[in-house]
């Protein structure tokens, strides 16, 4: 039996990476539709957001956060801060809100269709029997 938990572990684990992993994007558009940030702030928003479900470190951020500024999905300036150096803030361009939108609307309110709906609450309502 503990060789089946740890490979029902090891599958949560590995697919909970892959969706977490995808949904990066979301959760850094979403904080920056909330308000203009730097990437350090971006990280705790992100954690605080999502509950702890997802983090990512400075570099992840930074990485995602050149790659949107390519696409022309985030704008960014560099502005004075009261305790240390300037500070590279980003906000979401018009672009980054359309992208933002398309993606809740074919992703996320997906789950508000009472069939969807319905499906969810029926696999959440059935009792599990670990074989």
Do not use: C
Not at 2 to 26: C, H, R, V
Not at 55 to 74: H, M, P
Request: hydrophobic share 40%.
């Amino acid at each position: 039996m503990a060789m089946i938990d740890k490979s029902f572990d090891d599958l949560l684990a590995t697919w909970e990476g892959n969706y977490k992993k995808g949904l990066l994007t979301f959760w850094l558009l979403l904080v920056l539709h909330e308000q203009e940030s730097y990437a350090f702030e971006m990280s705790r928003k992100v954690t605080d957001l999502s509950r702890g479900t997802v983090s990512a470190d400075e570099k992840s951020i930074y990485r995602a956060l050149n790659r949107f500024e390519g696409l022309g999905l985030v704008e960014s300036s560099w502005r004075d801060s009261s305790i240390g150096p300037k500070r590279r803030y980003y906000r979401m361009s018009g672009m980054g809100l359309a992208l933002l939108q398309a993606f809740i609307e074919r992703n996320l309110l997906l789950f508000k269709d009472p069939g969807v709906d319905e499906s969810v609450r029926a696999v959440m309502e059935t009792e599990a029997v670990p074989e």
